[in-house]
């Protein structure tokens, strides 16, 4: 298993442009979420699914947008970037029924300038 | 909304010492979990607690969750070099959907 995976691992982007940053899990893991980290803030929840075609708003969930179509795939779009949203972006995962473990990506450090 | 405050922010001890961190919630939680990340890594999941007063111990570490389920510690004894790095806890409310942060403790051991 190659557990959860994410793409790019770094992004430069202008303020404005869009992106799509994409997660994906090979663990057959119902629950999916994405998280941003800031220094001194710990990781803040910003959309997550409890399964495919099911989507929810975490606590910072304005400027993203997210789908779910298959239980893999969980890609977080950046509609228009901001400098507020330079950060680390971590997917993670779970497996409902279990001790709600979060198996987490490798995050993707993103930059707008 | 929900709030988990963590302190300290920095921890900074010779190998040998022990280290402590706290986490505080504003509200009742329905259990709590604590993960560890290492310099430049992601967060890996250590334990979860879930019953009021629970204690469980891994090893050097111990973790603890309050009576009231507000508050929950880690503990390690005896630091080593390769305890380095970032402890987070993650608290679940009544939305057991959405997990919240502290903003974690930094432990740095010096050898």
């Known amino acids: 298993n190659a557990g959860v995976t994410q793409t790019p691992k770094f992004q430069v982007l202008k303020t404005g442009q869009s992106m799509t940053l994409q997660c994906a899990q090979d663990?057959?893991?119902?629950?999916m979420s994405w998280y941003r980290q800031d220094p001194g803030m710990g990781l803040r929840l910003i959309h997550y699914?409890?399964?495919?075609?099911?989507?929810d708003q975490g606590e910072v969930p304005n400027g993203y947008n997210v789908s779910r179509s298959t239980t893999e795939d969980f890609p977080l779009r950046l509609l228009s970037a901001a400098p507020s949203q330079t950060s680390v972006y971590f997917c993670?995962?779970?497996?409902?029924?279990?001790?709600?473990?979060?198996?987490f990506g490798p995050g993707t450090r993103l930059t707008v300038t | 909304g929900q709030q988990v405050m963590q302190i300290p922010q920095y921890q900074h001890v010779q190998e040998g010492e022990d280290f402590t961190t706290y986490c505080n919630s504003s509200t009742t939680l329905s259990n709590i979990q604590w993960y560890k990340q290492r310099p430049g890594g992601h967060p890996v999941f250590l334990i979860q607690l879930v019953k009021s007063g629970e204690v469980k111990k891994q090893k050097r570490l111990t973790f603890q969750f309050g009576e009231a389920k507000k508050n929950s510690s880690l503990h390690i004894t005896a630091t080593q070099t390769t305890d380095v790095g970032t402890y987070f806890c993650?608290?679940?409310?009544?939305?057991?959907?959405?997990?919240?942060f502290g903003s974690g403790t930094k432990l740095n051991v010096k050898p």
């Open positions: 993670a995962s779970i497996r409902t029924g279990g001790n709600y473990e979060q198996y």
């Open positions: 663990m057959n893991h119902e629950y």
């Open positions: 993650a608290g679940r409310g009544n939305n057991f959907n959405k997990f919240y």
């Open positions: 699914s409890v399964g495919a075609g099911i989507t």
